[in-house]
């Protein structure tokens, strides 16, 4: 969600921190800002509403000179977007602060400054942070004390960035809840939320705990844990490149990651599979005695990452003969459970900082589960180091909001986690065999499925007058039926809702008539013959059929019934393979719409706040 960029260094930190809200822009954002330090001893800003570019323009007309800065883009949370809610925030002309979170207790704090004399001029919650930071120093006039007393006045979730017009040489940072890591470079030193805002000065980074408080000069770095006792946190290197996140010759960053998913899947797979079997250690060390105890799986994530979770409940209960439970984070929060004994808990996430996730695993570690294990695409993020066990996605940098790569490496991951357990349960050593063949065919797979690129381009052109859709699946297809259906009202802002095949006379049945396309991927296996029926319930009713089918289901185009030929793959694979199928036609019809696939509105990438 929003962005935080910021520098203390020998030369003028304004460009680098201009790119660096380049590269959070697919984060999502209604505004940017920047603040720095000028040569003057003064605080120089400039905010705009709208896209980065338009604070470039701002910037080249008069630009913001100095050694020391922040910057930030913002996602509207208090108050509407406009120059005067966006970041940074300056109080008495003394103060900047960059804020990423939400601060629960803002109101209350707002009163009583309104009382104390301070003048408010946004509607925001981070206002009243710079505000207590500037109260307490003007009495201690030492910045990494007012910063430490101002947040333990701050309910909720926060990622500082703040700088002082006295103190050009100095920045302060802190963290509770939301994400922020520390760059390191010679005679500079940055902070961000993302690595990849820092990636073209730096590839050495500190990530900082929860409580952490932190002070950065140029040459220097002083880290405080939460009870304030001096710390040093291990320097990582990144092994993202600079490149990782260029678009290329792709005119969106969406079709450049679903291209990139044949190379993603055997990045996923590699060094993890044998011929015949998987090593129990790609999940860490303690993986073996754990899952020696598995007898039940509950699973948390949300959006994409919810639907891989409920792919995976199949092969979990159909597979490995294991009761697997899934349930999304934000609800999975806010009521009481019973958690059977010998319960693992697994938690799916791109970004690894989902604020709703990672409360629920969190929540875990307080009940009688018996470990937890996370399936994620950022090695550093705080839901891997929180986690007992992990298994990374190896799906490298996702740009655009609607995710793609990270959706079928999260299918490739919980697969390999299904045969790690299952083979303790039900399942025979020559059906994993059978699973690796599968797995070790998918990247071909789905360079298959990407060759009918064309023709899905073509289809998409039904759509462009369409305001709603339906997508229906049957058994495991159901999730990827839910899948089509998100990636299409994602990016195209078409209304588009799945349900179960079997379920259409209970209600979905009234929408269907001639402006109501449906879409639907068959499947090739028992449940095939149901799915003809509720598909003839759709013809007679005026509806349009899409079908992706395999040559093998029977499928035929006829009056009112468009049909995609897929190849046949093994059961096992076909729902990764398939859901291409639904993340192409989505894309073209968003291009054919004109929206901003990358960054649709209203959305943001990585959901930080609840």
């Keep these: 969600m929003c962005g935080i960029v910021g520098g203390v260094a020998q030369r003028d930190v304004a460009p680098i921190l201009l790119e660096g809200l380049k590269r959070l822009e697919y984060r999502g954002y209604d505004s940017a800002g920047m603040a720095a330090i000028n040569g003057t001893g003064c605080i120089a800003r400039h905010r705009k509403v709208g896209k980065v570019v338009e604070l470039e323009k701002a910037m080249q007309a008069e630009p913001l000179p100095g050694g020391i800065g922040i910057a930030h883009t913002r996602w509207a949370t208090h108050g509407v977007p406009s120059e005067n809610n966006a970041h940074p925030h300056i109080c008495n002309e003394m103060i900047a602060v960059v804020h990423n979170g939400i ?24 206002e009243v942070i710079v505000h207590q930071v500037a109260r307490y120093y003007e009495k201690s006039g030492d910045l990494l ?212 996730t990672l409360a629920a695993l969190h929540q875990s570690k307080q009940e009688n589960f018996l470990g ?3 399936i994620c695409n950022v090695p550093e993020s705080s839901l891997v180091r929180d986690s007992d ?24 991951a919980l697969l390999l986690l299904v045969i790690a357990i299952g083979k303790r349960k039900k399942l025979s050593a020559e059906q994993i065999k059978e699973i690796i063949v599968a797995l070790k065919q998918l990247p071909t797979r789905i360079e298959t499925a990407l060759r009918q690129d064309d023709e899905i381009q073509q289809l998409s052109n039904d759509f462009i007058d369409k305001h709603h859709a339906l997508f229906l699946g049957r058994g ?43 879409v639907t991927v068959a499947p090739n296996n028992d449940l095939l013959e149901k799915l003809r029926s509720n598909l003839e319930e759709v013809r007679a009713r005026g509806g349009k059929l899409y079908v992706f089918a395999t040559r093998e289901s029977g499928m035929e185009k006829s009056e009112g019934v468009e ?23 989505s894309y073209h019809v968003a291009v054919l719409k004109g929206t901003d696939v990358d960054q649709p509105r209203n959305l943001a990438k990585s959901v930080t706040v609840e």
């Design 389 to 412: 066990l992990s298994l990374m996605t190896h799906a490298g940098p996702e740009i655009g909001v609607a995710s793609t790569k990270a959706f079928t490496t999260q299918l490739v």
């Design 145 to 356: 004390k007012a910063v430490e007393q101002a947040r333990n006045d701050l309910k909720g979730a926060y990622a500082l960035g703040v700088i002082a017009k006295d103190k050009p040489e100095e920045m302060i940072t802190a963290r509770q809840g939301s994400p922020l890591v520390i760059g390191l470079g010679i005679g500079e030193n940055f902070i961000a939320s993302d690595v990849q805002a820092l990636l073209p000065v730096t590839q050495r980074f500190i990530y900082l705990e929860n409580g952490d408080i932190a002070r950065i000069s140029r040459d220097g770095l002083e880290i405080l844990d939460k009870d304030l006792t001096p710390v040093e946190r291990e320097v990582r290197t990144s092994v993202q490149s600079v490149n990782a996140i260029e678009r290329g010759e792709f005119k969106h960053y969406m079709l450049k990651e679903i291209y990139e998913q044949p190379a993603a899947v055997s990045e996923t797979l590699q060094g993890r599979i044998t011929e015949t079997d998987i090593s129990e250690r790609i999940f860490g060390a303690a993986a073996g005695d754990i899952f020696d105890q598995v007898k039940r799986v509950q699973i948390v994530a949300c959006g994409t990452s919810y639907h891989a979770g409920l792919v995976a409940k199949y092969w979990f209960e159909s597979l490995a003969g294991i009761r697997c439970d899934i349930e999304v984070a934000s609800e999975f929060r806010y009521r009481p459970r019973v958690v059977e004994d010998n319960t693992l808990f697994v938690t799916i996430s791109q970004s690894g900082e989902t604020a709703d």
């Design 563 to 585: 049909v995609v030929e897929m190849e046949d793959v093994p059961d096992v694979i076909a729902p990764i393979v398939n859901v291409v199928y639904l993340q192409l036609l």
């Design 103 to 126: 601060i629960e207790n803002f109101e209350e704090l707002r009163e009583e400054q309104t009382r104390a004399g301070f003048r408010f001029t946004s509607e925001t919650d981070t």
């Design 476 to 518: 495991v297809e159901y999730p990827i039926a839910m899948e089509g259906a998100l990636k299409l009202k994602e990016i195209s802002y078409i209304h588009a809702e799945a349900y179960p095949a079997g379920e259409l006379k209970h209600g979905p049945l009234a929408l269907v008539d001639e402006d109501m396309p449906v």
């Design 372 to 374: 937890s294990l996370c």
